[in-house]
């Protein structure tokens, strides 16, 4: 979750305020759901890889230590909380993780939001 | 490390009070270094079959949690202390993962004591 600076901190509290029909949580839940089993995929073939390599006893541990940040990154990230969804997915937009047209059928001032965080945040 | 029943302080005490001759401490040390590498390939056998396998994200954390716990244990087992060496050894003959032939060149004190607490320890 990326932290805000003080100047942010209006679009925080918008993104408290912010309302969201059934059909934008359909779409949110779609794009939450879609992102995160990518990413489980990606961590499943790089273990898989990393262990098919191991040689010696402190790759184990290695392999061990990798795990334990991806899950605790995968669940510092992944909280589907609507305050905080417009800055999980500008953050998958701007990684390239999340496709901005699977944004579609968004309110047009969530889409702004997400569009000018991502952009933010990559400056 | 096996804890023993107070019956058994006296063998503990005595462990401690044993005297080990250099040639002595070389058999240890090669059978302790002999027994962890194979266990470290054990696991390291163990951890590429389990990662090989792994089709969802749960067992991810599976093999984070079964390495942790093999870290765990295998730390807390091998510990090359004089102290405790002679559980270790009878520990390990016991579980057949050291061939009493090894352990040829201790004393007869140090050899007796191992043996009877491997066999009192599988009763």
Redesign the interface.
Known sequence: MTILPPSDQDLYSTMRELKWSSTEKAIARRCFDRALQQE?DA??QS??Q???K????S???E??RH??H??KKLDDQYEYKYSTLILLFADLVREGKLDPEDLRGLSRDKFRHIRRHAEQSAA
């Open positions: 489980l961590a499943i273990t898989k990393k262990a098919a191991i040689k010696q006893a790759e184990l541990w392999l061990e795990l334990t991806l899950r």
